[in-house]
């Protein structure tokens, strides 16, 4: 089962988003784990994830979490935008897939 982390500043903004994305996995029989946490709460929850999402609004933590996650084989991107303000679960799911591909 593939983890899929989500981080933003509180952990609420992305509430929405995850429950849009695990829509999207069952339309597609994906079997994965979704959360949301905010940043001070990731690394509590280090085991629980293969790919970390930041939300466009902590895009600045992205240097530090990729240098944190990516030699433990944990990929880590920046959600897009605008499929992070239109709640795109789909595209933001295909996203994390795909970068669990690599």
């Given amino acids: 089962m593939k983890k899929i982390l989500l981080c933003c500043s509180a952990g609420m ?9 695990e829509a999207a996995a069952r339309e597609q029989g994906i079997e994965c784990q979704i959360a ?8 509590n929850h280090e085991d629980e994830m293969d790919v970390l999402l930041l939300g466009p609004q902590v895009r600045f ?4 979490m990729r240098e944190k996650y990516e030699p433990a084989g944990i990929p880590v991107d920046v959600i897009n935008t605008v499929d992070y303000g239109t709640m795109n679960g789909a595209k933001v799911l295909a996203h994390a897939l795909k970068l669990l591909e690599k």
């Fill in 13 to 21: 903004s992305t509430s929405l988003l995850v429950t849009k994305m």
């Fill in 36 to 43: 949301a946490y905010s940043e001070a709460d990731v690394k």
């Fill in 61 to 64: 933590l992205f240097n530090k």
